[in-house]
């Protein structure tokens, strides 16, 4: 597979694994049980942005790039999104750990797996061993926007330069 651009389906097989957050497992000390989470199914019946950062608790991901989407939720969930889901190729456990590290305790922002990277490499926008900085919109199972940033900057992976795209 090649890169994604707006008007692509998003692809068939995507599989990513998180902790769904719980009022039970909300202390950062808690832990849940991973689960899968058929990307490709679910995106079909709802209006995602899938955000893909190089990793949990890295400097721009965890002092610009979370925090531009935790600010701007409500705006986002304004134009219409039903889920933000931040992907990295962490572990669910320290993907589950860096969402309570960054305050979120429901569903408006989910974050996890892509193991190994694996969907990040199937489109090219990884960074080696890691994911890659990019955001992808998808509306009922159509790619309506994507883009990445290379390098530390969030101008296009950001909220701000995803709120432009809605």
Not at 25 to 32: A, D, K
Not at 108 to 124: C, H, P, Q, V, Y
Not at 129 to 139: K, P, S, V
Request: include cysteine; charged fraction near 20%; hydrophobic fraction near 35%.
């Amino acid at each position: 597979m090649s890169e994604l651009k707006a008007g692509d389906n998003f692809p068939e097989g995507v599989w990513l694994s998180y902790i769904p957050p719980s009022p039970a497992i909300s202390e950062f000390s808690q832990c849940g049980t991973p689960v899968p989470y058929h990307a490709s199914e679910e995106f079909k019946t709802k209006k995602i942005v899938l955000v893909s950062i190089p990793g949990a608790f890295t400097p721009t991901c965890s002092g610009s790039h979370i925090p531009s989407y935790t600010e701007n939720i409500e705006a986002l969930k304004a134009k219409g999104v039903d889920h933000v889901i931040v992907i990295a190729f962490n572990d669910p456990f320290v993907m589950s750990g860096w969402g309570k590290a960054n305050g979120v305790q429901d569903d408006k922002i989910l974050f996890m797996t892509d193991k190994d990277a694996k969907f990040s490499r199937s489109i090219g926008w990884n960074a080696g061993e890691r994911t890659g900085r990019y955001a992808i919109i998808i509306d009922n199972g159509k790619v309506t926007y994507a883009s990445r940033d290379d390098g530390p900057g969030i101008e296009n992976s950001g909220a701000l330069g995803v709120l432009k795209h809605l």
